[in-house]
């Protein structure tokens, strides 16, 4: 079983940034980031194959947050800039543990495991 905590959440105005860290406990595949925000579903924001090297983004985040990962520190990353009121959520990390040569999985079954989450909260 692989444990992923989730970092760097807080408050920030609109506008600013944030990045968010998700450190594994173990070696894991792709892995995304989902988000849930007060009395919505949790939805797919974005996701990186276990290489590195391509991503993949839900539309309104694209040009405002990046991926990335670092797997000799075993974490992912989220940079999150120009953010927006809506941005405000809890941010989730998942990862999956079997080697896939796609890795554009949006889906919240596709993944095996999943930190607890941190808050995110973007004020006007």
């Known amino acids: 079983q692989v444990e992923l905590v989730e970092s760097g959440g807080g408050l920030v105005q609109a506008g600013g940034s944030l990045r968010l860290s998700c450190a594994t406990s173990?070696?894991?595949?792709?892995m995304g980031w989902f988000r849930q925000a007060p009395g919505k579903e949790r939805e797919f924001v974005g996701a990186?194959?276990?290489?590195?090297?391509?991503?993949y983004y839900t539309d309104f985040v694209k040009g405002r947050f990046t991926i990335s990962r670092d797997n000799a520190k075993n974490t992912m990353y989220l940079q999150m800039n120009s953010l927006k009121p809506e941005d405000t959520a809890v941010y989730y990390c998942?990862?999956?543990?079997?080697?896939?040569?796609?890795?554009?999985?949006?889906?919240?079954?596709?993944?095996?495991?999943w930190g607890q989450g941190t808050q995110v909260t973007v004020s006007s």
């Open positions: 173990g070696r894991t595949y792709d």
């Open positions: 998942a990862a999956r543990r079997r080697f896939s040569i796609q890795y554009q999985y949006t889906g919240q079954g596709d993944y095996d495991y």
């Open positions: 990186i194959n276990w290489t590195g090297d391509r991503t």
